[in-house]
């Protein structure tokens, strides 16, 4: 057993709907054994019981529940910040060759470690993630995920048709990786596997319906794709799938919209689009950062929410521009003002956390430090900026520095990330 005094910030409930949802301990106590939380709480209420624990003494700092990333893709981290081009056009001329190249093994091993590394250093603790269209590609991050004790779901990209040959593989060549991927990784540690189809755009109707079945074959496993996100996306998806009521009803009519499927972005979604997913127990992946970079549009996510859909943040890296999920809180505040919408910061602090657990449907196990949960924490240290500090010091109370904290915060607030109980960055 292992304690740390700190102050304690989680979330216990969904902040725009329950009054009690904000746990704040100014001294605080977390008490962990055997990779889980055993008591979370008030110092002065807590220290007597675990007399015997010894105690770490982090006065001074906060420990919140680690960040949870719902929607990155791991063969795009050298592609970041690229130039001058919108969705499709992006897409051609930056993402398909930086992902051709995680045909090689060897590129997809030394990535892989330095996407877990990028991951943990800026308190992401939990990830959804985009592999490329190759089998290896997804095995050498699950590999190293695993090698960290990583709660981490991916999958294979699926792309039959509107990518580069090299990029593309078949429907039965694509179920035959995913089945084995699942064999050998779904379940393993505390991986996860995701059905992965880029996006309608790169999937033939048998690619799609294929997916639906191995996802009926495998109900534990996840859905990940993107929807809704840039105007001619839009537009070309009607025309590949004349059939199909809207770009929605593409993903519905083959049995990809459940629980535990996670649509990106869906910036220009409706009501009543919403309103299926949430009928479904369907999640959003709110991605700010790229939807700004990219040009795509500002998500409407008060709509989102009115309809009771699940929400959570994302980076988008590579069409996003940080592996940071405070920054990201910061751009989703700014995307929220431009909508004349001011996210409030805890809400924004849920989306990062209890919020993406529910949305990938981890909440019985993360996104809070409630006992019994994975010990997933962070350790934050406020004085890591001259401005952070002295904006901190003049703070008027606790919403007022959280929110100075995502917009002024980010990789160098992060002083540890514990994964289960262990550290696995230090500052
Ligand atoms: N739509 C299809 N593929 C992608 C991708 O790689 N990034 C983003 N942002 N949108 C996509
Ligand atoms: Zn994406």
């Not at 051609?92 to 330095?114: C, I, K, S, V, Y």
């Not at 590394?117 to 089998?135: C, I, M, P, Q």
């Not at 430090?369 to 703070?395: H, I, N, W, Y």
């Not at 904290?405 to 696995?424: H, I, K, M, N, Q």
Request: proline share 4%; net charge negative.
């Amino acid at each position: 057993m292992q304690a740390y005094r700190a102050s304690i910030l989680h979330l216990v409930g969904d902040p725009t709907k329950d009054e009690k949802a904000v746990a704040f301990h100014d001294d605080g106590l977390l008490v962990v054994n055997e990779g889980r939380v055993v008591a979370c709480g008030d110092y002065a209420a807590l220290a007597a019981d675990h007399v015997e624990v010894p105690v770490e003494d982090l006065s001074g700092h906060w420990i919140t529940p680690g960040f949870i990333d719902t929607h990155i893709h791991f063969p795009q981290v050298d592609i970041v910040a690229a130039h001058g081009a919108q969705l499709l056009d992006w897409l051609e001329q930056h993402t398909f060759p930086a992902e051709a190249a995680f045909a090689d093994p060897e590129h997809a091993r030394e990535t892989a470690t330095f996407f877990v590394d990028e991951l943990l250093r800026n308190g992401t603790t939990t990830a959804l993630v985009f592999g490329s269209v190759h089998k290896g590609s997804v095995e050498a991050l699950f590999a190293e995920a695993f090698s960290r004790d990583m709660r981490l779901i991916a999958g294979k990209a699926l792309m039959d048709r509107n990518a580069p040959p090299g990029l593309t593989d078949t429907v039965e060549g694509a179920r035959a990786d995913m089945e084995g991927l699942i064999a050998d990784w779904h379940g393993k540690g505390r991986l996860g596997y995701a059905v992965t189809p880029r996006f309608a755009i790169s999937c033939t109707d048998a690619q799609l319906e294929m997916a639906g079945q191995v996802l009926a074959q495998h109900p534990g496993v996840w859905m990940q794709t993107h929807l809704s996100e840039n105007p001619r996306e839009i537009v070309e998806t009607a025309e590949l799938f004349p059939g199909a009521s809207d770009y929605l009803d593409v993903y519905e009519r083959f049995g990809l919209v459940r629980k535990r499927s996670v649509f990106a972005h869906c910036v220009h979604l409706q009501g009543e689009a919403f309103q299926r997913l949430a009928a479904k127990d369907a999640a959003v992946s709110f991605c700010p950062t790229s939807n700004l970079f990219l040009g795509s549009g500002l998500f409407p996510l008060p709509t989102a929410c009115q309809h009771g859909v699940k929400v959570g943040i994302g980076t988008d890296v590579g069409a996003g521009t940080t592996f940071s999920i405070l920054h990201t809180l910061g751009e989703a505040y700014k995307v929220g003002q431009l909508r004349g919408q001011a996210l409030d910061p805890f809400h924004a602090l849920y989306l990062a956390t209890l919020g993406g657990a529910r949305a990938l449907d981890l909440d019985d196990r993360i996104g809070n430090l409630a006992p019994g949960k994975e010990a997933d924490f962070l350790v934050l240290d406020l004085a890591a900026t001259p401005l952070l500090a002295r904006r901190l010091a003049a703070a008027k109370g606790l919403e007022d520095r959280l929110f100075a904290l995502t917009v002024l915060g980010d990789d160098r607030v992060v002083a540890r990330t514990y994964l289960a109980g262990v550290e696995r960055y230090r500052k």
